[in-house]
């Protein structure tokens, strides 16, 4: 019979062994082992979560007055319980009104979120049609519900206007599912094609926009809102854990949605609520983000400026967002490379299957807006040095 150790042993030779690196953050940098190495693995995308100042700022707030209410460190029960307080109601109510939704609905983190919404609306009479290359969450909530569900090739509308047209008739309900951002490819889904399609075939539009809120559309409320189709998306999931720096998720659709999800999430209903100093911390960077201008602006320019100069040395990338693929394919290799440019100051992990398909290990670069553009540039000198030495392109 196959052990565990057996199977660690696999993982191991196969250069896929996963395992945890200890770091301290500052700022932009992470120290790891006594080292400074410049943070090239991230989702702080906009500098929140190593903002000492920001977070400095927030702590003033402290009051004796109400302190459990805004600062406690438990909620000590689900929210169906006794886990309900004031802060997860002014939370929600400020970010339904932002994005001009019916409701919002707080979950623990975007894993709840997308495990406890699917499995709750959709059952089996109904259909999912999901991109090939959405987020394991994603995937995990699909096969939690009972809903029949076919995958369409990674951002390919003619693929999914075909399965609608084959299938949608034979189930009462149909909702199309898609990250906007997508995380181990940074490219952008097209949401014009699937409002089409959703309205082509009466469907419902999932949309999870992790990689895409604070960073995408006015105010940074993402990339739907970016191309104007907020109106158009029932089910809209954003997260705390990115660019806002912090840990929760939200979703935004309709009141009656809302209350049967608050009747019916199995991890809504199930787990103990965020703690009150998390939810206060969430609406305050929330409604700090809402004015980041200039930091999106730093973001993009740091994130074009990397991959077209990754191009320049002709070292593989892919995407159009501030996640810029770096595409080796072995995974040896790919391990071999990252710590390598963790040697010379960088850290860099190396990403492989089963977060991406089998033959295409890779590094995710994730820009950040606080980061200065010589060190992003020194980067790529670096990693097209110890490219070339190994002949990675070939």
């Not at 409604?287 to 973001?299: G, P, S």
């Amino acid at each position: 019979m196959k052990t565990y150790e057996d199977a660690l042993k696999n993982l191991t030779d196969r250069g896929r062994l996963r395992e945890f690196l200890p770091i301290r953050r500052d700022g932009h940098f992470a120290q790891s082992n006594g080292r400074k190495l410049l943070n090239l693995c991230s989702n702080d995308y906009l500098g929140i979560a190593g903002d000492s100042a920001l977070q400095k700022k927030f702590y003033a707030q402290q009051k004796d007055e109400g302190f459990l209410d805004q600062f406690g460190l438990g909620a000590a029960s689900s929210r169906l319980l006794t886990g309900d307080y004031p802060g997860c109601h002014q939370l929600e109510k400020v970010i339904a009104d932002a994005y001009d939704k019916e409701a919002c609905l707080l979950f623990n983190s975007g894993y709840h979120a997308n495990i406890g919404i699917l499995p709750a609306l959709f059952g089996k009479k109904d259909l999912i049609l999901s991109d090939k290359l959405n987020h394991a969450s994603l995937t995990d909530g699909i096969r939690l519900s009972r809903a029949s569900y076919k995958r369409y090739r990674h951002c390919d509308y003619s693929h999914l206007d075909d399965l609608l047209g084959r299938y949608r008739t034979q189930f009462d309900r149909a909702v199309i599912v898609s990250e906007s951002i997508f995380s181990m490819d940074g490219d952008r889904a097209d949401i014009e094609q699937m409002v089409r399609l959703k309205d082509k075939y009466d469907c419902l539009l999932y949309i999870d926009e992790a990689h895409a809120l604070g960073v995408y559309g006015p105010n940074g409320l993402g990339l739907c809102a970016d191309h104007g189709y907020l109106a158009d998306i029932d089910l809209l999931v954003g997260t705390f854990g990115k660019a806002l720096g912090s840990l929760g998720a939200f979703l935004l659709s309709s009141h009656v949605a809302v209350q049967y999800l608050i009747n019916s999430s199995r991890s809504l209903i199930f787990t103990t609520a965020l703690p009150p100093v998390v939810t206060s911390w969430n609406l305050f960077v929330f409604q700090e983000m809402l004015n980041y201008e200039e930091q999106r602006k730093q973001l993009r320019e740091n994130s074009e400026k990397l991959r077209a100069r990754l191009e320049d040395n002709k070292i593989k990338t892919g995407g159009s967002t501030h996640i810029v693929p770096v595409h080796i394919g072995d995974d040896r290799t790919t391990v071999r490379l990252a710590k390598e440019m963790q040697s010379l100051g960088y850290l860099v992990l190396p990403v492989r299957p089963p977060t991406v398909p089998e033959g295409e290990s890779r590094f995710r670069l994730s820009v950040t807006a606080d980061m200065e553009w010589l060190d992003l540039e020194k980067a790529v000198f670096d990693l097209a040095r110890i490219f070339k030495a190994i002949d990675c392109n070939s």
